[in-house]
């Protein structure tokens, strides 16, 4: 399996952006140069696993929340996640989005059904 550094670069950032941290202090903090820093957050190189945890430790995030893209068993980070989205929204906002929701979610089951029906023919 392969690791999607850029996905995992932009939880990074999200999580720094949220302790407002800026690339320069969280490096410092991190002691990596500040241009590997940015590399990490665009996913252009890999972060070694001493300087994820240390990155995880400095912001307060759970490893599993900055790996879950990749990990297969992450329901529970995507639900706090929602559930972080769905704060701050008014009653209007939420009807919408749950709207939204379950067609989304019609949508995948019947091509998923869709996918399996083609693929049992074959």
Same mark, same amino acid.
């Given at each position: 399996?392969?690791?999607?550094?850029r /996905?995992?670069? !932009?939880?990074?950032?999200? /999580?720094?952006?949220?302790?407002?941290?800026? !690339?320069?202090t969280?490096?410092?903090?991190v002691?990596?140069?500040? !241009?590997?820093?940015?590399n990490?957050?665009?996913?252009?190189?890999?972060?070694?696993?001493?300087?994820?945890?240390s990155?995880?430790?400095?912001?307060?995030?759970?490893i599993?929340?900055?790996?879950?893209?990749?990990?297969?068993?992450?329901?529970?980070?995507?639900?706090?996640?929602l559930?972080?989205?769905?704060?701050d929204?008014?009653?209007?906002?939420?009807r919408?989005?749950v709207d939204?929701?379950?067609?989304?979610?019609?949508?995948?089951?019947?091509?998923?059904?869709? !996918?399996?029906?083609i693929?049992?023919r074959?």
């Amino acid at each position: 399996m392969d690791l999607d550094f850029r /996905a995992i670069g !932009q939880r990074i950032k999200i /999580a720094r952006i949220k302790k407002r941290l800026t !690339q320069d202090t969280l490096s410092e903090l991190v002691n990596i140069t500040p !241009q590997h820093m940015s590399n990490i957050e665009r996913g252009g190189s890999s972060v070694s696993l001493p300087t994820l945890i240390s990155i995880a430790n400095i912001l307060h995030v759970s490893i599993d929340e900055l790996l879950c893209d990749v990990v297969l068993d992450s329901k529970v980070i995507f639900e706090k996640e929602l559930s972080d989205i769905l704060k701050d929204c008014n009653e209007y906002e939420i009807r919408v989005l749950v709207d939204i929701l379950k067609a989304s979610k019609d949508s995948i089951r019947s091509v998923k059904m869709f !996918q399996s029906n083609i693929n049992n023919r074959y």
